[in-house]
């Protein structure tokens, strides 16, 4: 893969043969580099992220109609309740798949020439992880195109903050979804196995299609110990327009342990590639 060079306040300088130096790009446009690579098959192909839309708008159309009293005194609408969950949901699968494109990369030896390259190898990761934040800002904005004129109360400055607590959630779960790849190198069963087996109990937990009130109380337990939950509960919040300092702190908390946990974890899988 070839790279630009850039100059930026974090360029180190690396010696040559001759004992001269060459500027090289720092950190930060390594990630940058990585991060426009990976973007640029979804400006070229920005018809794959409707596509992949497809499931939750289903999902939309199905579960809804059947939840008409869960807002009830609230705000008003099942949507409200609704949509942001399904939003959630789209961002978790969508960047837990990415993963999948890490290893079709290392089977036809794209990763293996990006590792000899100049690149710092946790830039890598990071650019990749990063990269998750555009698809995910676009499935918010089709989702809310679709529901807005049916009974659903828009309001922008907390779709805004939602998205920002989204957004770091895709990073983390993106970063995630490559260490998986990266451990699962060879073995692609072993990716689909592990991804699929985590995927619907986070999912089913955090409360996205059911509440969980009035649920068994082992099963409440397991809800407060996933990070999801708290993000789900920030992003109802700021969806129906309010801003309970408490829950959105805990949206966040939520989502930068998941950014946290997916960063380190992937760095240091990426460290270890080879």
């Known amino acids: 893969m070839s790279t630009t060079t850039m100059s930026t306040p974090t360029a180190t300088s690396a010696p040559t043969s001759d004992g001269s130096a060459v500027r090289r790009p720092g950190f930060v446009a390594d990630t940058l580099n990585v991060m ?11 018809m794959a992220v409707i596509f992949a839309m497809i499931q939750p708008l289903v999902f939309l159309g199905l579960f809804a109609p059947l939840l008409p009293d869960l807002a009830a005194g609230s705000s008003g609408s099942a949507l409200q309740w609704f949509v942001p969950g399904i939003v959630a949901m789209t961002c978790l699968m969508g960047a837990s798949f990415t ?5 079709e990369e290392m089977q036809t030896g794209s990763h293996e020439r990006q590792l000899v390259s100049p690149l710092r190898r946790p830039a890598l990761l990071v650019g990749r992880a990063l990269k998750e934040v555009v698809p995910m800002l676009m499935q918010v904005v089709i989702i809310l195109a679709v529901v807005t004129p049916f009974s659903f109360d828009l309001h922008p400055l907390g779709v805004l903050v939602g998205a920002a607590i989204l957004g770091l959630f895709s990073i983390g779960v993106g970063a995630l979804s490559f260490a998986l790849a990266l451990a699962s190198k060879g073995q692609d069963w072993m990716f689909w196995t592990v991804q699929q087996t985590l995927l619907f109990p986070v999912l089913l937990l955090a409360g996205v299609l059911l509440p ?4 068994p109380r082992w099963l409440q337990v397991a809800s407060d110990l996933n990070p999801m939950t708290y993000v789900v509960e920030a992003v109802r919040a700021l969806f129906a327009g309010t801003y309970p300092a408490d829950t959105v702190a805990a949206g966040f908390a939520g989502a930068a342990v998941v950014a946290a946990l997916g960063l380190v974890v992937g760095v240091r899988a990426m460290r ?3």
């Open 36 to 46: 426009n690579r990976e973007l640029k098959p979804v400006w070229r192909e920005p």
């Open 99 to 103: 993963g999948a494109n890490l290893m």
């Open 212 to 215: 969980i009130e009035g649920a």
């Open 272 to 274: 270890r590639s080879s």
